[in-house]
T-cell receptor, first 117, second 118 residues
Framework: EAQVTQNPRYLITVTGKKLTVTCSQN?????MSWYRQDPGLGLRQIYYSMNVEVTDKGDVPEGYKVSRKEKRNFPLILESPSPNQTSLYFC????????????????FGSGTRLTVV | AQKITQTQPGMFVQEKEAVTLDCTYDTSDQSYGLFWYKQPSSGEMIFLIYQGSYDEQNATEGRYSLNFQKARKSANLVISASQLGDSAMYFC???????????????FGQGTTLQVKP
C-alpha cells in the first residue's frame, strides 16, 4: 500500500530533551515536506526537500532540523524542544512538480501530536 | 505573496442538505493547482478534490464539487446531501508552480470546521 509512515503518533516530552519524529514513504517520491498545524493558523511548512541531500527552510523553520540521506526517509529533529513547539505535525510527500505539474497533491502521514511541557 | 483565505471558522448544516465552504486565493501566477482536504477528528488529512488553473470545467468527485471562479479567485467546495460523517475540518490549499522563485509547496488556508446536524 502506498503510504507515508510517521512515528510516533503521540509524544509528550520535556523542554530541552532532543527528539526525532521519523517519516518514511514507499512511493519513490522526490518531494517531501514537514508541516505543523496550529488552531486558527492552518498548516505551515517547516522544511522541505526536493530530493536526496537537498533540503530547504519553509515558513517556520526555527527550532527544527531535517536531513534527507535516503529518498524514502525525512526525519524531523527538535534539538531542544520548547512549549511553543507543541503542535500537530505532518509529514507529506509527492512527485516533484517536474514529474507531475501543479496537479500533484500530497500524500500525508497520519500526524504526530507533540506536547512539550 | 500567495495566500489562501477561508473566512468561515465554523459552519453547521442539516443532514441531507448541501453546504458551500468558501475559499479565496491570491496569486499572480497563471499556473497553480487548488485542492481541498478533509481532516476528521482522528486527525488524518484526506484528499477530496483538485482543480487546475487551466481547467475550464469545475471539478467533481462524487458528492464533492469545486465551484471555480478564476476571475474572482475563488474555489468554493460544495458538498451535496451532507452526511453525519462529513463532520470534520476542511482545508483549502493551493500548489504554486516553480516560477517566480516559488518552491512548489502546498499553501493552506486556516480551515473551516463543518458540523452536520441530524
Amino acid at each position: 500500500e502506498a503510504q507515508v509512515t510517521q512515528n510516533p503518533r503521540y509524544l509528550i516530552t520535556v523542554t530541552g530533551k532532543k527528539l526525532t519524529v521519523t517519516c518514511s514513504q514507499n512511493m519513490n517520491h522526490e518531494y517531501m515536506s514537514w508541516y505543523r498545524q496550529d488552531p486558527g493558523l492552518g498548516l505551515r511548512q517547516i522544511y522541505y526537500s526536493m530530493n536526496v541531500e537537498v533540503t530547504d527552510k519553509g515558513d517556520v523553520p526555527e527550532g527544527y532540523k531535517v536531513s534527507r540521506k535516503e529518498k524514502r526517509n525525512f526525519p524531523l529533529i527538535l534539538e531542544s524542544p520548547s512549549p511553543n513547539q507543541t503542535s500537530l505535525y505532518f509529514c507529506a510527500s509527492s512527485l516533484s512538480l517536474g514529474q507531475g505539474g501543479v496537479g500533484v497533491g500530497y500524500t500525508f502521514g497520519s500526524g504526530t501530536r507533540l506536547t512539550v511541557v | 505573496a500567495q495566500k489562501i483565505t477561508q473566512t468561515q471558522p465554523g459552519m453547521f448544516v442539516q443532514e441531507k442538505e448541501a453546504v458551500t465552504l468558501d475559499c479565496t486565493y491570491d496569486t499572480s501566477d497563471q499556473s497553480y493547482g487548488l485542492f481541498w482536504y478533509k481532516q476528521p477528528s482522528s486527525g488524518e488529512m484526506i484528499f477530496l478534490i483538485y482543480q487546475g488553473s487551466y481547467d475550464e470545467q469545475n471539478a467533481t468527485e462524487g458528492r464533492y464539487s469545486l465551484n471555480f471562479q478564476k476571475a474572482r479567485k475563488s474555489a468554493n467546495l460544495v458538498i451535496s446531501a451532507s452526511q453525519l460523517g462529513d463532520s470534520a475540518m476542511y482545508f483549502c490549499a493551493m500548489r504554486e508552480d516553480y516560477i517566480s522563485g516559488n518552491t512548489g509547496k502546498l499553501i493552506f488556508g486556516q480551515g473551516t470546521t463543518l458540523q452536520v446536524k441530524p
